[in-house]
């Protein structure tokens, strides 16, 4: 029952900052609003297994994917704040104002991946689940992982539709969510 009382006390916040997607099936704060609900039953279910046998393999892959998570969430947020211009205004109430970017960042991180930090959700979602890697939160996971590839797929074509088509040619130049790989 505690379990069930911290996961519903995460996710208010959640839900009170994703407000103004849950009710547009089609943009990708939809399907991000769900992959980080998966994250935090994930959470929920291992949080007592965070410090347990902290020098096994499975801990420390975990830890790695954590601090990986970490970076490419702050490495995103200083690439996006510096590329901000004051005076200029994206027009759009169901994009955080981070997201709200008038110009197609390209530096740092951005050169590699798209979306990193989708990309360190789905570091954190695995991070996560390696805490206690059972088979029953196995689909939990997977979920997640899928949600965050769909969030990815539908922001991309939101930024199609913003950016054009230096954003297409930014797209063929650079992976969704792991560098080199995917």
């Not at 704060?29 to 297994?49: P, Q």
């Not at 702050?74 to 704040?81: C, F, G, H, N, P």
């Given at each position: 029952m505690d379990k069930v009382i911290l996961f519903i006390a995460l996710s208010i916040p959640v839900i009170f900052f994703s407000k103004e997607s849950l009710f547009d099936f089609r943009r990708h704060g939809f399907t991000r609003f769900f992959s980080w609900e998966f994250i935090l039953a994930l959470f929920v279910i291992n949080y007592e297994m965070w410090f347990k046998d902290p020098l096994s393999v499975k801990q420390i892959i975990s830890w790695l994917l954590l601090i990986v998570s970490a970076w490419f969430v702050t490495e995103a947020a200083i690439r996006l704040r510096r590329a901000s211009k004051p005076g200029v205004v994206r027009v759009d109430e169901k994009l955080f104002r981070f997201e709200k970017t008038t110009e197609l960042v390209t530096t740092g991180i951005y050169s590699y991946i798209r979306h990193p930090m989708y990309s360190s959700l789905l570091f954190l979602a695995w991070g996560i689940w390696l805490k206690q890697p059972l088979a029953a939160t196995l689909p939990v996971a997977l979920l997640?992982?899928?949600?965050?590839?769909?969030?990815?797929?539908?922001d991309e074509q939101e930024c199609l539709a913003w950016f054009g088509d230096s954003y297409r040619e930014y797209m063929l130049r650079t992976k969704r969510l792991i560098p080199f790989i995917l």
């Amino acid at each position: 029952m505690d379990k069930v009382i911290l996961f519903i006390a995460l996710s208010i916040p959640v839900i009170f900052f994703s407000k103004e997607s849950l009710f547009d099936f089609r943009r990708h704060g939809f399907t991000r609003f769900f992959s980080w609900e998966f994250i935090l039953a994930l959470f929920v279910i291992n949080y007592e297994m965070w410090f347990k046998d902290p020098l096994s393999v499975k801990q420390i892959i975990s830890w790695l994917l954590l601090i990986v998570s970490a970076w490419f969430v702050t490495e995103a947020a200083i690439r996006l704040r510096r590329a901000s211009k004051p005076g200029v205004v994206r027009v759009d109430e169901k994009l955080f104002r981070f997201e709200k970017t008038t110009e197609l960042v390209t530096t740092g991180i951005y050169s590699y991946i798209r979306h990193p930090m989708y990309s360190s959700l789905l570091f954190l979602a695995w991070g996560i689940w390696l805490k206690q890697p059972l088979a029953a939160t196995l689909p939990v996971a997977l979920l997640a992982s899928w949600l965050l590839w769909l969030t990815a797929k539908r922001d991309e074509q939101e930024c199609l539709a913003w950016f054009g088509d230096s954003y297409r040619e930014y797209m063929l130049r650079t992976k969704r969510l792991i560098p080199f790989i995917l």
